[in-house]
């Protein structure tokens, strides 16, 4: 059974960093892309990151280019999203997704629980 647990979220100043993570068990994780996906109060979900099986191949929504990091562990079977500089427009949910194949772009089928992330003064 695939299970996507989320960790790391929570309530940040505007200009804070937090680090999502995302433990990965039920399949094998290094053989798939990874992605982030977010959830506003009141909104659709949106894309925010994807990374290749190997990990050598990284993209991004335009709004969090440069702000967010994601990354992976392999031996560690998690997925990683470094967000610094948050701006309030940042609060979501946020979801891990394991991708349908090795590179990013082609869907997802399976999705976390979500973790809230707050950026508020």
């Known amino acids: 059974e695939v299970q996507l647990v989320e960790a790391g979220g929570g309530l940040v100043q505007p200009g804070g960093s937090l680090r999502l993570s995302c433990a990965a068990s039920?399949?094998?994780?290094?053989?798939?892309?990874m992605s982030w996906v977010r959830q506003a109060p009141g909104k659709g979900p949106e894309w925010v990151s994807g990374?290749?099986?190997?990990?050598?191949?990284?993209t991004y929504v335009d709004s969090v280019k440069g702000r967010f990091t994601i990354s992976r562990d392999d031996a560690k079977n998690t997925l990683y999203l470094q967000m610094n500089s948050l701006k309030p427009e940042d609060t979501a949910v946020y979801y891990c997704?394991?991708?349908?194949?090795?590179?990013?772009?082609?869907?997802?089928?399976?999705w976390g629980k979500g973790t809230l992330v707050t950026v508020s003064s």
């Open positions: 997704a394991k991708d349908l194949f090795g590179d990013y772009g082609y869907g997802m089928n399976y």
């Open positions: 990374i290749d099986s190997g990990g050598g191949s990284t």
């Open positions: 039920g399949f094998i994780f290094s053989g798939y892309a």
